[in-house]
């Protein structure tokens, strides 16, 4: 017997927005933090907003797997 799949409520998608849209700004922080410090603020904020991108779907998708 095949387990049934849990249907996807708005709650899991706000939900995964939400995880998303926080480890991107926080991986965001963490390149605007480390430019501060070596003096290249708006570079590695950019580049830490990119990163962060990539890390927000791999967490979001690892997170929502079983849905």
Known sequence: M?????????????????????VNLACAAIGAGIGALVGLLTPLLLAGFGVGFFVGIAVVANRFRTL
């Open 2 to 22: 095949t387990p049934t799949r849990r249907v996807v409520t708005g709650r899991d998608a706000a939900s995964a927005g939400m995880m998303m849209l926080a």
